[in-house]
């Protein structure tokens, strides 16, 4: 692929390693137009034969700090489509047929999570941060993560993350298997690039066929399952215990929260 900068997205090769790179830095924000424009490169690529896995990786201190809050508040309160076009790019990346490896150095917190679980395996540092926090923010979770988590590392450690909306470090995140392989800072993107090297060595028609046996039905379940949290979130987004979590979040202190 020819391509070397899509919006936000900066594209180069290695061998048959093709790097997606966020540069939205310091915390690497999503909108709509960063998410298509990462599912439209990840859809060339499937038709790209040189391109045999990708790397995912962000420049600054996050992996991904998920939405913006602070910038569209009432984004989610005025929503009047049945479906969020911003998961339906989600639902695209979902769909693609090359490996990913995400390289996350910092946070992948909120929506940012849900994008780190678009990839195959997760190669991070242990000043990583992975945190499923839309309880704090008074809002349900979103990007498909209801579904993605409790995939990876079962129901009731999901369940934890998402009730209590703590953070897990890189080594507590190894620890109940979010993380595949934990390393030095330092050590980060050459590990997660030795990953997919070792990808890519094998055969790619009989790597493709296998992984899409193991995500069969992966991308549908996203999709209705991203329908189904849009529908949770346009309601809370109205309610003032939202408000406030926005508020708190900003703040750095605990929600005091009314349930209304």
Not at 51 to 71: M, N, T, W
Not at 73 to 100: Q, T, W
Not at 156 to 167: C, H, I, L, V
Request: proline share 5%.
């Amino acid at each position: 692929m020819s391509i070397t900068q899509k919006g936000d997205v900066h594209v180069s090769t290695d061998g048959h390693v093709t790097v997606l790179e966020i540069r939205r830095p310091p915390n690497n924000f999503f909108d709509l137009d960063l998410i298509r424009d990462l599912s439209s490169l990840v859809e060339a690529l499937d038709e790209d034969s040189d391109c045999r896995a990708i790397l995912l990786a962000s420049e600054g201190k996050a992996f991904c700090a998920g939405a913006d809050f602070q910038r569209r508040p009432a984004e989610l309160a005025g929503a009047v489509e049945d479906r969020n076009p911003l998961y339906s790019e989600a639902v695209r990346l979902f769909h693609n047929r090359k490996p990913i490896v995400a390289a996350v150095q910092g946070p992948a917190i909120g929506g940012g999570l849900g994008l780190s679980l678009v990839a195959d395996f997760r190669v991070a540092a242990p000043e990583a941060r992975f945190g499923a926090n839309f309880v704090k923010l008074g809002i349900h979770p979103g990007f498909g993560l209801t579904h993605t988590l409790p995939r990876v590392i079962g129901v009731q450690k999901a369940q934890w993350m998402f009730m209590t909306g703590r953070r897990l470090t890189g080594e507590e995140a190894a620890a109940v298997g979010l993380v595949d392989l934990l390393v030095p800072a330092d050590r980060l993107r050459a590990e997660a690039m030795a990953l997919a090297q070792e990808i890519a060595e094998g055969a790619p028609l009989a790597v493709q066929s296998t992984r899409a046996t193991l995500r069969r039905g992966l991308a549908d379940a996203v999709q209705a399952q991203t329908d189904h949290e849009f529908v949770e979130q346009k309601w809370l987004a109205r309610t003032e215990d939202h408000r406030e979590g926005i508020r708190a979040v900003a703040e750095r202190r605990p929600g005091r929260f009314v349930a209304r």
